[in-house]
């Protein structure tokens, strides 16, 4: 059973930095595309970065391009979110995702942790 665990969550004011990374756990990581999602209240659950197998290609949403970067570590089973010049508005619950499947699909979810932008 695949198991992914969050953490570096926290309460930030406006223009700090978090790292948040997330640790799997019964998959070949390796073989695993990789995403992080963000839930902030009274709104759906949105895509915001994702990461190829290799780790070769990256994408991010527009609204955090140049401040947030996805990366993983593939030997430490972890996929990173780096997160710099933060707004209020980018507090949510965040979420890793990861699939084995074909394309961009995720098979598996996090239990998610709290970001919170203090302005």
């Known amino acids: 059973q695949v198991q992914l665990v969050e953490s570096g969550g926290g309460l930030v004011q406006a223009g700090g930095s978090l790292r948040l990374s997330c640790a799997a756990s019964?998959?070949?990581?390796?073989?695993?595309?990789l995403g992080w999602f963000r839930q902030a209240p009274g709104k759906e659950r949105e895509f915001v970065a994702r990461?190829?197998?290799?780790?070769?290609?990256?994408l991010v949403i527009d609204s955090v391009k140049g401040r947030f970067a996805i990366s993983r570590d593939n030997a430490k089973s972890t996929v990173y979110l780096q997160m710099n010049s933060l707004k209020p508005e980018d507090t949510a619950v965040y979420y890793c995702?990861?699939?084995w499947g074909v394309g961009w699909k995720y098979d598996y979810w996090g239990q998610g942790t709290q970001v919170t932008v203090s302005s």
């Open positions: 995702a990861a699939g």
């Open positions: 019964g998959g070949t990581f390796s073989n695993a595309v």
């Open positions: 990461i190829s197998m290799s780790g070769g290609s990256t």
